[in-house]
């Protein structure tokens, strides 16, 4: 996802191809919902501000939410005591996020002004805008803020946000507003929690030195929030409060990165704490880590051997930046595929697929001649989370190829995608099966040394990796099925002998 001068583009994740692009005058900030919607603010300081959502594969408009109160006008004290009135001035953005609970959180603030040739009122308003991905929206009212001085004009309102999810129930907002002028009025600061559209004020931890507002950072297993604040003397310092806002634990100097599945959290130094705040541990050179569990090295760029941490489960928000991918997004579905990409770190699958990975059994012919339930038979037979399997495009693709090779004759499906508790099942000595990754099938052949030959070579005529033909230990031939993968397209190799 590329934000440029009034654009949004996506990018295809293999090609780096642009495949859609919308354009209008758009900017941050800017997130994409685990269904595919962007989220986007177009006409930023504008009587016509809104938020808006993009449907990521046409990049058409699906809706806009306008966030400005009419009238406005920017500043909005600029008109003359007689008549006077109240006017609305410009928003200020900051913060988006999608949280557990599926919508995506704005927050925003905009003043009022209401001017008499004897009074002037100067309130600022803090909203969080909820959205979901088909544009339904409720505004929730943070709070109405007046500036220390009442009767003062500020030259601008200063929003500062600190926001993640609260599991799937909604957020922690914490934020803190600060009014610009001939005199600095020194800033107003509260914390919020939210629950559906209902809003409940909470005391924010107060630490000694604590310069501006708390900023959550990530959820640990139990619920409670590890954040960081500056002190006194400019260092960024960690904090741990549970959901009232008292603090529980604080560590000078260091930052958390991951809530780990023990309650504790493993710092930016890499460092792990327990949830008492007790040092347990150090990693000797904290890794960058990536979405398949690899740890890497910058400067200079270098895979290194490491064991990925285990994240807080459900993952709402255990990472820093909400996931590996540090886009602001809990990478939470709300359905099935939540356990099925459990699994892949229960069975040490090697990589963790994320919500559009999956195809869902509503797509039930999501080729011309493999339909979803022919694909799924492996899960389905064993009644292990049907309704969602990864179905690749370079598997749809191989098996549509490989069927006009085999002069357009049917085929039938034994195995194609298996959970990775179903993978177990079938081999449990090979837990990186292809078949978890959705890329593999297994093709029927009735035993039959002519059938297996033609689909064997059918599959192999496509760039696919296929299996040999087995021998078992008491000689003969097994030739009951054919294993074709497509995993050359996802960058993996396969034995020469599978390519011929
Ligand atoms: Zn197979």
Redesign the pocket.
Known sequence: MVLGNNSITKLDGITGQPDSVYTGNVSGPLVVHTDGTIFAVQNLYTSSVAVIGIDPTTGAQKFSVPLAVQPYQDPPYSFTCSPGGTHFGRVNVSGMIVAGDGYAYVAYEYPEASISCSAVGYVSHLRLLQVSSSGAYNVLNIGDVQPPNPGYLPGADVLNIGMITNADIGVLLSWSINWIGDVDQGPVAGMMMTNGTSVTAINPPSLPGQNGIIVPVLQAQDGSFVGTYRDSSGQTDMVAFDQTGNVRWTVPNDQPQIATDDGGVLTRLGVTYDQNGNATGQIANMPAQSWIGRGYEISPLMQIAFQATPQATPPYWSVAQANLSVNSTSPICRDDRDPLIKEYSTFKSGFTPVCSDFTGSNNAQPSPHFSFAQLDISDITRSEYVDWAILRSTLLNGLETTRGNYNNQSITIG?GYRSPKVQNIINPNAPRDR?IHGD?A?MSTGNSQTTWNALHNAALATGACV?PELTPSGGGSTVNHV?ADWRRADGAACAATWLQ
Do not use: F, L, T, V
Request: no cysteine; proline share 0%; net charge negative.
């Open positions: 195995s078949h593999a297994d299996e294993h």
